[in-house]
């Protein structure tokens, strides 16, 4: 109660501050939340933007697809690198210089690889989820305890045996906190894509909303924006917490 | 008494980055049915690697280990359970999920296997840490899981690497008592690998002193004491000398 009363508090103040600032700011550029709320109005009902059903659904099929490719691509290449010993210590190396380059460098190239549609946008969020998750699994990899091995074998357990109920348990929450992480950068990815230049989808909406100085729509956007960013790590700690009790 | 246990001209050499190590050289010894054998010897010697072999776990390079009349080949945890110095706990399972995982991958029912490792923790003296996670049990109760685990197979045979190695003074000589007790209840034969005196004294009925490496059998004495057996006695105290003196040699060899 205290938690949820401490929160409510600090929203509250944030609110207020942000309602005073806006109404002391030329009113092209800042908008107080009071002004927020009939354009988040018009917006849901679909007055100011009627394609926002459209772009919602385009930018959240841009996500999936990034994310499964990079669920895909992370783990197979994570367990390529993390169990054959001569092709991680050759290539893992490469792969954490390579994440620590600013993934905002590759995106012009990509826009000139795969247009201005949404294949870019999927390849840039790929780009962002892909490192998390294969470096989680080359960390969690690491993470197990070689004699934990040792008495599985000694137990009977074959390679098989030895993944599911040693390598996995033992890696996992280090792999699920990388699939999440993976998940957040393919979203965040996905709409600075849209952002940096699209035709379609939430950031071209957002786009134009801004460059037209409709601020209240922008703000607008950007909270609904924000609820999908919000509801996709809700539905990811749901899956954490999910693969927590498959463990056991 | 059959042997149980055979091991004939058994050498294995590791290749290190400073040159090939023999670990074992030559080595052979039989164990009986019901027997208590200790290998001892000092640190680095090969007894684990003796162990590794019997269990399967580290492949021979020469001659032949045959347990149960069957030549080893690999793990077989129907025969052949083993305790190591690491107890090697699973963390994210509690006690009796760790001593039922033997059976679990042996595909035992699990009301089944749940009863035989709820069975065992009233001897093992661990009936009130059956929901317990191994971080929340103290070093000689993690060794004890690690023992059950080992017992839940039923297995004829028991290996014990160290088992007590990393424990305290006090705690060794409780656990020394507890798993001869275990032992002259469950009737197993046991090889067990230590580098104490005062534990292959206390608890074998043979002793095997290895050489210091390249390892081999230096000698072997039946010990047909009585248990409980005590320390003071003029003949323990007398076998104690002869040990060391045997052992002594080795482990100065083994410091150079």
Redesign the interface.
Same mark, same amino acid.
């Given at each position: 109660m205290t938690v949820l009363g401490l929160r409510l508090g600090l929203l509250a103040l944030l609110l207020a501050a942000w309602e005073i600032a806006g109404r002391m700011m030329n009113p092209l550029l800042g908008v107080p939340p009071s002004a927020v709320l009939p354009s988040l109005r018009d917006l849901v009902l679909l007055r100011s933007y009627p394609d926002l059903p459209a772009s919602l659904w385009l930018t959240i099929r841009e996500i999936a697809t990034a994310y499964a490719l990079a669920v895909a691509a992370g783990l197979g290449c994570g367990f390529m690198l993390g169990m054959h010993r001569l092709i991680g210590g050759a290539w893992g190396p490469m792969l954490a210089a390579l994440y620590a380059v600013p993934a905002v460098v590759w995106y012009p190239s990509l826009m000139l690889f795969f247009g201005l549609g949404a294949a870019s946008k999927i390849a840039f969020g790929f780009l962002l989820g892909f490192f998390p998750i294969a470096l989680a699994v080359l960390a969690g990899i690491r993470q197990v305890n070689p004699q934990l091995v040792v008495v599985a074998r000694a137990y009977g357990a074959g390679t098989v045996t030895v993944f599911r109920k040693v390598m996995l348990p033992a890696m996992l929450f280090t792999l699920v906190g990388g699939l999440r992480t993976g998940l957040a950068l393919c979203v965040i990815g996905v709409v600075v894509g849209e952002i940096l230049g699209s035709k379609a989808g939430m950031g071209a909406l957002i786009n134009h909303a801004y460059g037209l100085l409709r601020t209240g729509d922008y703000v607008a956007l950007v909270l609904v924006t924000l609820a999908l960013v919000v509801g996709s790590d809700a539905l990811a700690s749901q899956l954490e917490r999910r693969a927590c009790r498959w463990t056991e | 008494m059959s042997d149980l246990i055979v091991i004939e001209g058994v050498s294995k050499r590791y290749v290190t980055s400073s040159g090939p190590v023999d670990a074992l050289r030559d080595v052979s010894l039989s164990v009986g049915v019901g027997e208590f054998c200790t290998l001892l010897g000092p640190s680095g010697c090969g007894k684990s690697t003796l162990l590794g072999i019997l269990?399967?776990?580290v492949p021979a390079d020469a001659g032949r280990a045959v347990v149960d009349g069957r030549p080893v080949d690999g +793990?077989? +945890?129907?025969r052949v359970?083993?305790v190591?110095q690491?107890p090697?706990l699973? +963390?994210?399972r509690t006690t009796v999920e760790n001593v039922e995982?033997?059976l679990?991958?042996?595909g035992v029912p699990a009301q089944r296997r749940r009863r035989v490792a709820t069975d065992l923790l009233g001897p093992l003296g661990l009936r009130d840490f059956a929901a317990k996670y191994p971080r929340e049990l103290s070093g000689g109760m993690r060794q004890r899981v690690a023992i059950g685990?080992a017992l839940a197979?039923d297995a004829k045979i028991l290996l014990m690497d160290e088992p007590f190695g990393a424990l305290d003074e006090q705690t060794r000589v409780l656990m020394g008592e507890w798993l001869l007790d275990i032992w002259r209840r469950t009737r197993k034969t046991v090889i067990f690998v230590t580098h104490s005196l005062h534990e292959a004294l206390f608890l074998s009925t043979r002793v095997a002193v290895m050489t210091a490496r390249p390892g081999r059998i230096k000698a072997a004495l039946d010990l047909t004491m009585e248990y409980p057996r005590s320390m003071e006695s003029a003949e323990m105290v007398a076998l104690r000398a002869k040990l060391w003196s045997e052992i002594r040699e080795e482990s100065l060899r083994a410091m150079r």
């Open positions: - | 269990g399967g776990l +793990p077989d +945890p129907r359970a083993t190591f690491d090697g699973f +963390p994210w995982f033997g679990e991958l042996q685990r197979l």
